[in-house]
Every structure is written in C-alpha cells, then in structure tokens.
T-cell receptor
C-alpha cells in the first residue's frame, strides 16, 4: 500500500504557482520522498526527490517539513502542459537492484486552467 | 540519448492467448522494472530484473513472467490471457552506477486489449 496521502484533484491558473501537498506521516529516517507525474497516455516522468533538505531543479521545488511528515511540490509557473497526475512516493533507495519498488498511490490530478 | 523503448505500442489479443512485450532500456541502464496500469488498480509493480536475474517481484500470478537478456533488454510474457489483463504495461529502467538514488525512466508503454 502507498504510504502517502494526496488530494485527489487540484486546479491551478496558468502562470501561477501550483503547490501540491503530500502527507507521509509514517516516513522512516532513511526513506526518500519522490515525485513523479504522468501526462495522459504517457509513462510516468521523474520530477524531483529529497531526503531532508529542500530541493530545486529546472522543473520544480520540493519543500519537506522539518519533521518530514509532509512535503509540497511546487511548480513555480504552471503551464497547460503541466496538466497531469502527480504522484508522491516514499521509499528507501540505495541505488541497488531489488530495493523496495516504487509504490504508486492514486496521486493528485492537477488541471492547469487558461 | 534514446529513451526507454517498448514494443509493440498497441496490441489486441483474445482470452486464452499469450503475449510477449519487449523493452529496451536506456543505454547503460542495467535494471529494468515492469508495471501494470489499469483504471481500477492504478500502477502496480510486476517485477524487476538486473543482470539477467529477477531481483524483485510484485503480487501477480505465475501467468506473468519476464526475463532479461545480456544486453539488458527485457521481455515480459503473459500466458492464458484474461479480460482483466487489459492494461497499459510500462517498462522502466534505472542506472545503478554507484549512485545513492536512481530515478526510474519510463517508456511510453504497451497497451494490451484482451477481447
């Protein structure tokens, strides 16, 4: 079972920041928070991941609370092409084969509106 | 660099038949995972292969099997197809060259319809 809780859907106006929340209250100390998204009819796409510190890349920012029980994915300037299902996943990852696989929940369906 | 390539993209089978799906990972990636996606169950992990060995397996019946070749290409097979096997089958590869974390790179998927 997925160890995260996300709202089923959200809307965001084009050009505004999209803030997608995720609760992971049972996260362990060695579990990372991963975000993936899936645009309709495509395979999931990796966005970002983090352990404790906030992270930023060219796609998004990840804000993890100090107690690590929740996080927020921020798309700073949402476009229509960001409309997708966003998945928040927690897992241990040491880069070895045979790790606990990614367990996808139902995610958040983000609709960016013009 | 080419992405993960899955073939065929679409196929239609009838109940009782078997099907083989193919996946070519990103060059240099040695781990290949397979997922099934259906509207009702979402994305579910099938299995992971590394160095031609199955390293992890999800909760699917024995009708679902896979293998990996020495060039890291992978195939999955579903025998005695059932209507419920209709799904998008996704392959993902990852690099494990000493990295602490390795994100998965997914292909576009093979959409199987069982009639």
């Amino acid at each position: 079972d997925a160890k995260t809780t996300q709202p089923p859907s959200m809307d965001c106006a084009e050009g505004r920041a999209a803030n997608l929340p995720c609760n992971h209250s049972t996260i362990s100390g060695n579990e990372y928070v991963y975000w993936y998204r899936q645009i309709h009819s495509q395979g999931p796409q990796y966005i970002i991941h983090g352990l404790k510190n906030n992270e930023t890349n060219e796609m998004a920012s990840l804000i993890i609370t100090e107690d690590r029980k929740s996080s927020t994915l921020i798309l700073p300037h949402a476009t229509l092409r960001d409309t997708a299902v966003y998945y928040c996943i927690v897992r241990v990852d040491f880069g070895r084969p045979g790790n606990t696989p990614l367990v996808f929940g139902k995610g958040t369906r983000l609709s960016v509106i013009a | 660099k080419a992405g993960v390539t899955q073939t065929p993209r679409y196929l239609i089978k009838t109940r009782g038949q078997q099907v083989t799906l193919s996946c070519s990972p990103i060059s240099g990636h040695r781990s290949v995972s397979w997922y099934q996606q259906t509207p009702g169950q979402g994305l579910q992990f099938l299995f992971e292969y590394f160095s031609e060995t199955q390293r992890n397996k999800g909760n699917f019946p024995g009708r679902f099997s896979g293998r990996q070749f020495s060039n890291s290409r992978s195939e999955m097979n579903v025998s005695t197809l059932e209507l419920g096997d209709s799904a998008l089958y996704l392959c993902a590869s990852r690099a494990l060259a000493g990295e602490v974390t390795g994100e998965l790179f997914f292909g576009e998927g093979s959409r199987l319809t069982v009639l």
